[in-house]
């Protein structure tokens, strides 16, 4: 069975700093996705990671991947307050083909103050 | 273009009562997604369509629920009889074939059953 585990699951940090959010998963995996969800929202497609050494950028946000590892972080560059929000990752199950139901992690609820 | 839409966006019923949720995907996209999402369970897979078709449904919870696909366009999940354990927000996704396989949430429809 496919675990996804984020850490930390609460972030409260200060506007200007600097911090990484962990996703770890315990099988195989070839796409790895983040997901922004604001309070009340649906879910926000960030990132799509498709392999090992994969780094996509966005703004303040840089998301890698190590398939290795089983490991992909979610750093954030000078935090500013609209990037508070709950930061998902989500791990397709390697089948082979086609698309497949997603594995969520449990969610990092970042704060980011003044 | 639009997006995911889904109706209604709130329901609130009493325990025992049929409850059914609709879902339009995006246009042109061949997959159709089913999750539910509560404070102690997180997001959870209920079922996947391709084509259709449903391919994966061993997340629904029980027999009370049950998913169809009549065409490409629409989707509905029923749950018979309601109970207050199944309160949540339920999501409807869809994706398309292709490299990356993002999925791209609905707004979402909140249950409450009293």
């Known amino acids: 069975e496919l675990k996804v585990e984020q850490n930390p699951l609460f972030l409260s940090m200060q506007e200007g700093k600097n911090y990484t959010i962990y996703c770890n998963y315990s099988t195989t995996s070839d796409r790895l996705y983040w997901y922004r969800q604001d309070p009340g929202k649906s879910l926000e497609s960030l990132f799509v990671?498709?392999?090992?050494?994969a780094v996509k950028q966005e703004g303040r946000l840089m998301a890698s991947l190590d398939t290795k590892a089983r490991l992909s972080t979610l750093h954030i560059t000078a935090a500013v307050h609209d990037l508070s929000a709950t930061y998902f990752c989500a791990v397709r199950p390697y089948s082979g083909g086609g698309a497949d139901g997603l594995t969520f992690g449990k969610g990092t609820h970042l704060i980011i103050q003044p | 273009d639009a997006g995911v839409i889904q109706s209604p966006r709130h329901e609130v019923t009493e325990m025992g009562q049929e409850v059914t949720l609709r879902c339009k995907p995006i246009?042109?996209?061949?997959?159709l997604f089913w999750y539910r999402q509560t404070m102690m369970r997180g997001l959870e897979l209920l079922i996947y369509?391709?084509?259709?078709?449903?391919?994966?449904d061993s997340g629904m919870p029980e027999d009370r629920f049950s998913a169809k696909m009549p065409n490409a366009s629409f989707s509905t999940l029923k749950i018979q009889p309601s109970e207050p354990r199944d309160s949540a927000v339920y999501f409807c996704a869809s994706t398309q074939q292709g490299n990356t396989y993002e999925q791209y949430f609905g707004p979402g429809t909140r249950l409450t059953v009293t």
């Open positions: 990671l498709l392999s090992n050494g």
């Open positions: 369509f391709n084509n259709n078709v449903p391919i994966d």
């Open positions: 246009s042109g996209h061949d997959y």
